[in-house]
T-cell receptor, first 115, second 111 residues
Framework: DVKVTQSSRYLVKRTGEKVFLECVQD?????MFWYRQDPGLGLRLIYF???????EKGDIPEGYSVSREKKERFSLILESASTNQTSMYLC??????????????FGPGTRLTVL | EDKVVQSPLSLVVHEGDTVTLNCSYE??????LLWYKQEKKAPTFLFML????IEKKSGRLSSILDKKELFSILNITATQTGDSAVYLC???????????FGTGTRLTIIP
């Protein structure tokens, strides 16, 4: 059974703190993605990675950075958390080589609240 | 800029009704359209459509794509309370591993 896991389901941080959100997949997928999901705005892509140490900006990268040191792990970093980064964060992965090449598998999400 | 628009934004129906959810898109080099169901947590995959006119079916759910008119519909027949969820539509382009998502349709089934 394919699995994408995220380090926390709920997280509360203070403004200005550095925040790390971790995502691990066990499917040997090449691509990994970070989204945030807000009411009325849907899923918006923050960053994605198509290989170890490779990253590309998505639609809303400002205020975020990412790290991919190993194929199975993709981290999202909020360098200095702000209240407007309160959101649901979803990680996803996909394979380049299977027939369902665009299908993304999602983790359960991390609901981050910044006070 | 790629765009995906879903309608309606929300829908409330009674158990047993049939519903149709809509997804229209504008993308530069269309490859596929995907439907996901999201209950309280991770979106789960329903269908991927790449060809016009070919219906994909899974139980009471079915979906079809019209590449000429740039839309897809998701039908759910004989709805059950377990169908209550947000349904997400996403599209992918060739040469690109990203998905562009719509804002979703929130479906509520009343017993």
């Amino acid at each position: 059974d394919v699995k994408v896991t995220q380090s926390s389901r709920y997280l509360v941080k203070r403004t200005g703190e550095k925040v790390f959100l971790e995502c691990v997949q066990d499917m040997d997928h090449e691509n990994m993605f970070w989204y945030r999901q807000d009411p009325g705005l849907g899923l918006r892509l923050i960053y994605f990675s198509y290989d170890v140490k490779m990253k590309e900006k998505g639609d809303i990268p400002e205020g975020y950075s990412v790290s991919r040191e190993k194929k199975e792990r993709f981290s999202l970093i909020l360098e200095s958390a702000s209240t407007n980064q309160t959101s649901m964060y979803l990680c996803a992965s996909s394979s380049l080589v299977t027939a369902s090449y665009n299908e993304q598998f999602f983790g359960p999400g991390t609901r981050l609240t910044v006070l | 800029e790629d765009k995906v628009v879903q309608s309606p934004l929300s829908l409330v129906v009674h158990e047993g009704d049939t519903v149709t959810l809509n997804c229209s898109y504008e993308v530069t080099n269309f490859r596929s359209l995907l439907w996901y169901k999201q209950e309280k947590k991770a979106p789960t995959f329903l269908f991927m459509l790449t060809s016009s006119g070919i219906e994909k079916k899974s139980g009471r759910l079915s979906s079809i794509l019209d590449k000429k008119e740039l839309f897809s519909i998701l039908n759910i027949t004989a709805t059950q309370t377990g169908d209550s969820a947000v349904y997400l539509c996403a599209v992918a382009n060739f040469g690109n591993e990203k998905l562009t998502f719509g804002t979703g349709t929130r479906l509520t089934i009343i017993p």
